[in-house]
Every structure is written in structure tokens, then in C-alpha cells.
């Protein structure tokens, strides 16, 4: 029987219930995680298992190493809230406090885009500066500016990336075996000047199936771009976040890398595919770029942010000596989603709305508004960041200039 | 008590359960990282072990102090002193007696970071393998060191005088720093294992080209050589692969001698393969010389000499060169269409230029030019005494 609304508006939705409140979210977030969690148990514990390569214990590493994460930041969390709030220094308090403050989250994400032979007191480290600098220093759950996650990843690979290499890095016992890898992940290989070519890409690694699927080197749990569409998904499906963030983020990244790879005489989709399935993107767009405190909150500011995310991560993915943009672009970003927000929301009420006509009435031409101007600027920002980005990494990989390569190409 | 656990309790349980995590993870994954640092030395051990066959164990040795050696690069563009990252004992068995050896060298082919390993093997002073195990080379060139070329390493005898590699078209730099790694490597073996490299008391006083336009194809290089104690004058025809291809002067060398030739006269720098004379026509006057130029691409220049032969009355120029692949930015378009920089040089050097410039943006093909310029050059002045 159909249910219907007998009072006045606004009503609740399912989404902003009592029921599904931050709780709830919560709760969807982490069953997201689920698929691409198991997978890296999957990949680096017991296809390492299977192949002869570790022990039964430890086999279980991968998932011991996550949920390290999500515990260490939890405790963090709890540890901050029983020192500075006298309110919660019970067990059933502190509980309640913690069930909606997404203590786990920050640990869990960083463990799970750190390399599997990251020592568990560099993990630590990452917690600390992600939990405790970029959340709770802030106000905690709702008023941290910067992820969390991501501002412990970069803490650790700006400070410690040698201590994690020389602890074995990011390949699996069976991946540290295959001479044809070079002892390095594909993003590795870009950043190690192999060229543009599939031979040294892609190849090394298998094809793009491989890649897809995610039985290549890589950080624990970001490999997989066939388990993190299932999570996208199921977070859509569940309203946990926005569908066209992660195909926005993603598609700019594909769009400017098909360009870069025009430039540098990398024809066909085989780059734009490397790229997207390649490193994180795939993880930060469904799951960091999508975070709802540090990302701006109307649809046309997230829209713009994904925007921005995706140049500036080809920018500091290619033209930056660190291989994995991602996670500078997400928090550089973050820094401006405030005015993203709103700017996108004066634009939206400003030139989204329907003009009304009334009959008869003479019609009158309207002003340039602030909305239109800031709109343009907006655009042309993201334009000429996404120009420079293309334009200097493709001359980077090819020793010849760049202008007439694309031209010829395209035309 | 109980007033300090009420108030202190929850605090101090996170921060036990926080140690306990922290001690105990610190634990296991230091124990991964040993199972994986150990996995890493099989596999790398499995590696060296495969290009030795019949050997089961692997050591790695300190090297003896031998003195820095530097090696001329292809096509004369310079020196470089090679060096040795790792050396390894091989053993057939657990038995103390080492069977083979490897040597990992650095060496610099088209760039620098090419390290390659030679395995040796002790018995026979032979070379039993070589590997590459990094090299940043234009992978369009490199890939044309195909397995034929990697086949010459095959028992390769350590002790010919005239060691050298076979170098493969379109991959000279790369074929180059093979040789480079190999004579290196032979030097750290030789102070290692006490294995003397042959030698022979030779002065190289000349090689050239050969301008003889009945037999410059076949044996386009002439060697002039002073070996021995009792300082044999020796001058020879040289093929394009630096062989003993025919007796100029003097009495026909002994092998040994041939090989040390070859050496001496690839390593001198003064004459390049990658310039040569096609063919002279007496009636016509026409001489054709060709170059490699950029891409491994030819120049072909027919140029028709004048009646006293010091000079050229018209030329032809044939070239696969193609300047937008090297330096694009329409670099045709503002300079002319291919043979621009070619027929550019030429006239310079009919307008008695000195000095034959270069055009910029075009510097392999005008490098390949200024080579068979200075070949053209040569032929009159041999054959009609031009300047």
C-alpha cells in the first residue's frame, strides 16, 4: 500500500532520518570498504598463500595491518576525548561518542593506501598526524578542514617513504620475485623515466585486465579498480555519497592524460586507461574525494572540486617528482572548499533558477552578474591549470617540443 | 586506589591497549619485513644462480682495488670509466671452490645507468651469460639487440687479445656499452682471479679510410701498425667491423696480431662505420658516398666530380632524414623541406668554407653531414689533389 505525506513541507529524507543519521553513514562506509579490503586481503595474503610464497599467519597480515589502522586511530580518538572532555570519561559514553565521530575511518584509509611492508609504528606515526593534527585539533567529526587520512599519508611519505622502502615497500612476496616489475609499482615506473610506451607501463605488469582487476604492484588496498566499482556502487546506492564526483575526478584525469599522451606520441587509450587504473585516483575518487566534511557540499561545488582535483593530480602526478598526486591534490583542495562552496552556491541561485515571464511585460535584458563572472573565472582557472598541466608533462616525455605532435595528431 | 582507577582508568586502558597494538604490530611486521627482505635475497639470488648452470649457492665477494680505466664512448663522444656494483662467487656445490663468477658493471651506452652482468666461468675463462639488469636507452634502438647479438657472448673466450662486441645496426651506443662492461669486467676478473689478460706491444700510427674506389666497399679502412719486439711495420684493409680484410704492405700478421688491430683501430675514434663509399664511376665521375644520420636513417650524396676531379660540378642528395621527428616545432616549415640541412652543408663546403657549420635543430644529421663531407673531402684530394 502506498504511503503518502499528509502534512505540509519540507519533508525529511530517508538520508537526513533520525535513523540514518551520521551513524548510519558510517556504518554504509565501512560495509564500502568492505570489497576493497577483501581484495587486498585476497591479493597480497592468500593468492601470496596460494602461490607457496608466505606462511599461513602470514597470510592474515594484510588485514591485521588495516585493522591496526582503523584501531590505532580509534584509541587516538578516545585518548583526545578523555583528556580534554571531562563528560566522556565512561565506557558508555565514550561509545556514544565514537559511534558517530568516524574514529576508524582515518586509520582504516591510511593503512589501506600505504604499502603492505609499511612498519606498524610508521603506521602510528600517520594516525597520529591524520587523527589527532587534521581532526581532532581541529574540532573533531564535522570541523576538520584537511582529510584526515590523507594529511597522515602525506606526514608519512614526505618524512619516512625510505624507512617503508627499505621495510620491503609496496610488493608482496610473490610480486618481489618478478624480475620484469623492476622492483617497481607502474606509477614507479613513470616516475622512473621508463618513457611513455606500453612496453614499459603496462607490459612489465601484465595488460590493462590486470591492471582493472588489481594483481599489480601497488599500495594495499588501491589496486583494485574492479573492487573499488563495487564499493562506488554500493556508496551511491546507499546515498553515502555523490555519483558524478568520482566520474568527474576520474574522467579529467582520463580526458588530460589521453592529451598528455598525444603530446608524447603514447597514441590510443592505453595511456588515459594506465593512468585512471594506475596509483590511487581510483581510490581517492570514490573515497577521500567524496568525504563529506572537507569537500565542498552543493552539487555544482563538488562538481568544480573534481574538477580541480583531476588537473591538479595530472599536474603533481606528472610534473612533480612524486609519482602519486592524488592525495596532494585532495588536500591542497580541500583548502579551498570553502570558497568553492561558496561561490558554486551564489552561481547556482544566481543562474541556475528559471526566469519567470510575465505576458505583456516589456522584456528586459539582464546584467552580467557576479555569479556569470565568478562562473568564468572558475572555468578559466580550471582551464589554464589543466593547459599547463598537459602541456608540460607531455614535453617532459618527449624530447622533441609538443605544440605541433598534438596539432598533427588531432587534426 | 579505586578513586585513581574511577578517574585514571579509561585513560590508562587505551593507552595500554595502544602499547599492547604498538609492540605487538611492531613485532609482526618486523617479522614480515625479515620474511620479505628474505624473499627478496631468493629471488635476487635465483637470478644470478640461473646464469650459471649447475651452480646452487651464491656469495657475494669484495672486489680487489684495481686502477679507474676509461673507455671511448661510439662515435667519439668521449670517455667513460666504468665501474663495478657487485661481484659474486658462484658454487656448484657446498664445497668452498668457486666454479664462476659475476660481475654487475655500470656501464653508458646512448646514456648513462646501463649495468649489465657477466657471468665468467672460472675454469675455462669463458663468459657463460650476460644479463641487463637496468638501462634507461631509447627503447626503439635498444630493442634491436636482438638475440643474435646477445649469442656472441656465448663461451665467448676471455682471453682474445682483440675482445671486443659485435655491434648491432641501429644500437651502436648500446652495443657499445656492452664492450665497455665486458673489458672492464675482464680487468676486476684478472685482478681477482689472477688471469692475464693477453697483451701485445702494438702502436696503432694510423687507420683511414680507404679511398681506393676499387676496393673501398669491401675494405673500406687502412690500418698502419708497429708491433713486437722487433717493431714489424704492418699496414692492412680493414672491413667495416673493424676485421682484417687484406695485406696493404708488409707480411700478412698472425691471428693474434689481426685481433689486436681490430681492437686498436675500433677504439681509436678516427674513422667511423656509419660513414662509407658506395661506388665511383670513372666515365661518369660520380661518387656516391652515404651516411647514417639521425634514426639510423642514410644520407646518400651522388656528387659528380669535374673533369680535373678536384672539385664537384653538381650533386644529388637521397635522404630518409626527417628533422620533425628529432626537433619538431615545424622545424621544415621554418627552414625548408628534408634535404635543407643537407644541401645546406654541401654548399658550404663548396663555397670553400673552412669550417662546415652545423645546422641547429638538426644536429645528429648534421654531425652524420659534416662526416661525409669530410669523406668527400678526402676522395678529391686523394684523387685529383682538390682542397
Redesign the interface.
Known sequence: MARFANAKGPYLRMTDSPSYGTGAIQRDFLIGLLPVILFAFYKNGVQVYLDG??AFL?MF?PL??IL?GG??ST??E??YF??TDKSV???KA?GKKLAVSYAAIPGLLLAMIMPL?????V??FGCIAGTLVAKMLFGGFGYNIFNPALIGYIAVAFTLYGVIQN??GA???SE??I?AA?GATPLGALVE???L?Y??LVAPYGNLLDFFVGTIPGALAETSALAILISYVWLVARKVIKWFVPVVFVGTVFVLSWFIGLIAGAEGLWFPLYSILSGGLMFGAVFMATEPVTTPRNPLGKIVFALFLGVFTVLFRFVGDFAEGVATAIVFMNIFTMPIDNWTAIIRSELGGKEVFVKGAPKVKKPVSKALIKGIILAVLILLIALYGVLKAGGMFTA??W???LFGRLF | MKNIIAKHGLAAGIVILFALVFVFGGVYSRYMTAQIEARANDGANAEWLAMYDGATRVEEFNIADIAQKAYPLADGRGDFTPSILAAYKLYATDADTAVGVIYVVESYGKFAGVQIAFAFDLATDTVVAVKVIAQAETPSYYGNLDSVFFAQFDDMPLDDIGLSVDAVAGATYSSKSFEIALLFAREQYAADFGFVIPSIVMTLNSVTYNVDPATFVAMPFIADVTYGEDDTNVVVYLDSAFEYAGLVSGVEPAADVKAAIKSFAASAGTVSANVRFIEYDDESRELVIEAVGYGSLTIRVTATLNAALDGIDTYEVDSHQSYDNEYNEGYNHTLGEVPYVEENMIDQYLADEITIDGVAGASVTSAAMQKLIALLDLFLLEIGGGD
Open positions: 610464497n608466505i602470514e597480515y591485521v595491518f591496526t584501531l590505532m584509541l587516538l578516545a585518548l578523555v583528556i570519561r565512561t565506557m565514550l611492508y609499511t612498519p606498524v609504528w603506521l602510528i621495510a620491503g610488493l608482496n612476496a618481489v620475485l624480475d623492476g623515466g621508463e618513457g610506451t612496453a614499459a622533441s617540443g605544440i605541433m605532435p
